[in-house]
Structure formats: structure tokens, C-alpha cells
């Protein structure tokens, strides 16, 4: 499989200010397409800065990132899993949210022992 180009950190900066009215006000949802971009540039720099495919993140129904040095995973359901929402991921990887508070608020499934993906949050500051 090829590897995939590096993510820019201005592209992700630009995706991610773009949903920013909706990490502030949920009310303020942005299209999907501006939503699903600020989900994928945002999982690929995870997958950039903790290569690895010990652990899967999951942001349904926009993407799935493998990361995290350690044992490969290559069938079936992974033994170490991360899923949320759209609007948790955003906020976690900016860093409006602690993994901590994610996880008290069942915003977030992290199961498995490598499932603790915060050494890695926050991935983008987008300002203000």
C-alpha cells in the first residue's frame, strides 16, 4: 500500500478553523464536506505523529486511522479501539477537551490496553 503524502499543518489549521463557530456554538454546524475535512487532516496527523497499527480511531462515518507503535493489527476487530463523534474528535484534538473529560462524559469508547491515545492531544491550536 502506498504511503500516504504528509498532512500540512496549515492545511489541517484551515480545515479545523473552518468547524471552529461549531466547536464554540454546536448550534452552528458546518457542511459536511468542511466537517469531514477537518475529521480526516485532523486523524492522518494523529496517524503522522504516532505511526504505528496497534490501536484504531474511529470517527464515524467520516474516518478510521490506524496509529500507535506496537503489536499490528491485520483482521478482524482490533484489541485496541478509540471511537467518538465528530464534534468530540474536533474537540479533542484542539484541545478544548481532555481526554479525561471525554472519557467521564462517555463521549468517547477507548477499550484495550494501548486504547490512551492523550500523550498525543492536542494535535492542532487553531487560536482564540
Same mark, same amino acid.
Given at each position: 500500500?502506498?504511503?500516504? /503524502?504528509?498532512?500540512?499543518?496549515? $492545511?489541517?489549521?484551515?480545515? !479545523? ?7 464554540? *456554538? *454546536?448550534?452552528? /454546524?458546518?457542511?459536511? @464536506? ?12 494523529? $496517524?503522522?505523529?504516532?505511526?504505528? =497499527?496497534?490501536? $484504531? !480511531?474511529?470517527? @464515524? ?9 506496537? @503489536? ?6 482490533? @484489541? =485496541?479501539? !478509540? ?17 479525561? $473529560? ?8 477507548a477499550s484495550g490496553t494501548r486504547a490512551d491515545i492523550s500523550q498525543w492531544l492536542p494535535l !492542532?491550536?487553531?487560536?482564540?
Open positions: 500500500m502506498p504511503s500516504r /503524502r504528509a498532512v500540512d499543518p496549515g $492545511e489541517v489549521r484551515d480545515a !479545523v478553523a473552518a468547524v471552529r463557530p461549531w466547536l464554540d *456554538d *454546536d448550534a452552528q /454546524r458546518p457542511a459536511r @464536506p468542511e466537517l469531514a475535512a477537518a475529521v480526516r487532516l485532523s486523524l492522518r496527523t494523529l $496517524e503522522q505523529v504516532a505511526p504505528g =497499527n496497534s490501536v $484504531e !480511531v474511529r470517527v @464515524p462515518p467520516f474516518a478510521a486511522v490506524q496509529c500507535i507503535a506496537g @503489536p499490528r493489527h491485520t483482521r478482524g476487530t482490533p @484489541p =485496541n479501539v !478509540v471511537e467518538t463523534d465528530a464534534r468530540t474528535w474536533l474537540l479533542l484534538a484542539t484541545g478544548r477537551l481532555t481526554w479525561t $473529560e471525554a472519557v467521564d462524559q462517555g463521549a468517547l469508547i !492542532v491550536r487553531t487560536g482564540g
